[in-house]
Each structure stands twice: as C-alpha cells, then as structure tokens.
C-alpha cells in the first residue's frame, strides 16, 4: 500500500503561469520615447527643442501680429534654423501686422517683392493691401493692383476698400470717362460701416454735396460729425503723451470768409494730433520722393496731404481748393485733414488761378454738381 502524500491547497488567484521568482524591477526607456537632444546629453537644457512645433506655430503668431517694426520680425529669422523655418509658415505669415510687413521704399528689392507676395498667397489681407497699392501707383501695375486691393476689399479690409472708392472717384488708371462716382459711394459706405474714419468724412461729404448720390444735407452732416467724434475717441483712447496740451489748444485763426465754430460741427474736425499713417501711405510718399521730388512726373501730382502719397494718373486727376488753386487732393478726406494740420494757415485767394490752366477737366467748376469735375470747395 503505498504512502498518502499530503498536499497544501493554494487559493486561485487568476494567473495560470507557474509560479516563479520576483525580480527586481529595472527603469527602461520605451523605444517609442525619442532620446534626449544633443543639448542635454551634453549636460545643457535647450528648452526650445522640447517645445512641440505647433506651440512655437502659435507662439509667433502672437509675435508677428504684434510687431512693431520689420526688425521684430527678421530677428526671429536670424535667431536659428528652426525659428526661420517656423516663421515662414503660412499661418503666421497671414498674422502679421502692418508694421511687421512695412518695407521701406529705399530698401524695395526683388527679395522684398518676393517676401510681400509670399504673405499674399500666405492669406494677409494687409500684404494683399499694401502690394496692391505699391503695383497700382509704383510699379503701375494697374489691373493687378486693383486685383489685390479686391482681394482684401472682399474680407472686409476698410483701408482696401477706401482705397478702391478713391481710385472709383478719380477713375484711377482710365480716362475722366471711367469715373464711377456711384461705387465710389458704396465703397466708402461699406468701409465707413467698419469703421473707418476717412471713408466715413467722405461718405458725409458726398451727401452733402449730393456727389454720387442724393443730396441729403441733414445725413450728410450726421456723418461728418461722427467722423469727428471718432477721430477724438480714437486719440483718447491711444494714450497719447502731453494730451492736456494739445486739448487746450486753440484752433487755427479762420482763414478770410471761413467761419469758425464747435470743432466738432467742422468740415476737418478736432484739434487733434494728425493718425498714424498706413505703411502703405508712407511707402507711397517715400517712393516718389527717392525718385523725384514732390513730382511723379509728366505733369503729374501728388496729393498734397503728406499722409497720402497717392499720385495722379493722368493729368488734372485730383481735385483743387477753389480758393488758392494751389493744392490738390485725391480726396475730401485727405482735404480735410491737410487742411486742419496745415493748409487752413497758407490758403490765400487767388483771383486769375482758373486762367493759368487751359485744357483741364472742368477746373473752374463748383464741386457737387454731380458730374465729377475737380474742384473742391473751401472748408467751413
């Protein structure tokens, strides 16, 4: 008969494999997990080689859309490889600012075309804008021009869209023939509804003159005096030094048979500091400046508000003051602010001025007849 073994029960804990020793648990980097930089294993921490590419995407975003100067930008290029690549995505080359993208005239290079078109098919609304002003009046690339101004008026972009209402009043890049003073007008009214100021002065003046539109004094009037308003809420809101100086400032002493009133009935507005001017403006005024003086040449002219730039395109295009005939305008906006800023000192009759030009385009006509001839009529 043979022995009874006795056996111990164990109590079933789920695993089916033998029993085997316990072993000490050693630390292993999962293959999956990429191995530190270079940086680090020579005892160094790049931090910026940890951050995921999407992050710094977003990153200079922020930056490009808050530089003030071109160099902002081009010290991100110049900062690493990585950075340079980064920069020129395409999502950040349609955030940057005005100010980031503001090539001066002096400097204006194929590179720098290169550059502005590569933020246009990037998406910026304001490269669309600023490169079809330089191809409209620099390089007089006309229907190109007007395409990339559309192409910013399109998303809403208001500068475009004054800008294009311009070039409808004047006929820009045609004959006298191609004015369209009716989209002209409802340029302006879409580009005033986004707020900008200019466009909202000439939409007033439009309807009080009934040029391009009915006459409409009373409306007229209600939007030249919100133009006002938000040309004063606009400076008070922008921190600017010394503002107790220049709201104690008193206006300009009348010009003869000007009258003189509350600043915010006015034609020209308030007392205020002259706005900043578009990098495209002063891209316009520094370029013909390098290039000839105050004088586009072959008769042409600038407007003679220093904050424009914008030359004629043919011969008596701009409009001029009825009363000195010495200045033109390509606009009554641009009128307006000159003439609060400086022109309201200098004006002085001049009696035989409509004889001195022969062959103009209605010269001597009294502006808001509605036929688009180029005069303006002094500033109240």
């Not at 004959?175 to 900008?196: E, M, Q, T, Y």
Request: charged letters at 20%; one cysteine or more.
């Amino acid at each position: 008969m043979l022995p009874v073994t006795k056996t111990t029960k164990r109590a079933f804990s789920g695993d089916l494999s033998p029993a085997r020793k316990r072993r000490r648990c050693v630390d292993v980097v999962p293959s999956s997990v990429s191995p530190p930089p270079e940086s680090v294993v020579d005892g160094g921490v790049d931090l910026l080689d940890l951050i995921p590419d999407d992050l710094v995407v977003s990153i200079l975003c922020k930056l490009g859309s808050s530089s003030r100067c071109p160099a902002d930008f081009i010290n991100v290029l110049m900062t690493c490889k990585r950075l340079n690549g980064l920069a020129m995505n395409p999502l950040v080359l349609s955030k940057l600012s005005p100010r980031a993208i503001a090539v001066k005239a002096h400097n204006w290079s194929e590179n720098s075309h290169r550059f502005l078109k590569r933020c246009v098919d990037a998406g910026s609304l304001e490269a669309s804008y600023t490169l079809g002003m330089i191809r409209f009046y620099c390089l007089q690339n006309r229907g190109n021009g007007a395409s990339l101004m559309a192409k910013a008026a399109i998303s809403s972009h208001a500068p475009a869209l004054y800008s294009l209402a311009v070039i409808q009043f004047n006929g820009s890049g045609g004959s006298k023939n191609d004015k369209d003073l009716r989209a002209g007008v409802a340029l302006c009214a879409r580009a005033a509804f986004l707020g900008h100021v200019d466009a909202l002065r000439e939409l007033g003046h439009c309807l009080q003159d009934g040029y391009g539109v009915p006459q409409n004094v009373s409306e007229g009037r209600r939007f030249l005096v919100q133009a006002n308003a938000r040309e004063l809420a606009a400076v008070l809101s922008s921190g600017v030094q010394d503002r107790p100086t220049w709201l104690t400032l008193a206006q300009p002493p009348p010009a003869p048979n000007h009258g003189q009133g509350c600043p915010l009935l006015s034609d020209f507005g308030c007392n205020v500091p002259a706005p900043e001017t578009h990098p495209a403006n002063k891209f316009l005024a520094e370029w013909f400046a390098v290039r000839g003086g105050d004088y586009p040449g072959d008769g042409l002219r600038l407007c003679s508000h220093a904050g424009c730039g914008r030359p004629e395109t043919r011969k008596h295009e701009f409009r001029r003051c009825s009363v000195c005939g010495v200045v033109n305008y390509c606009s009554r906006a641009c009128q307006a602010l000159d003439w609060k800023l400086r022109h309201k000192m200098d004006c002085v009759p001049v009696e035989r001025w409509p004889d001195e030009v022969e062959g103009g385009e209605g010269n001597v006509q009294i502006d808001g007849n509605g036929n688009g001839d180029n005069v303006l009529l002094p500033m109240s």
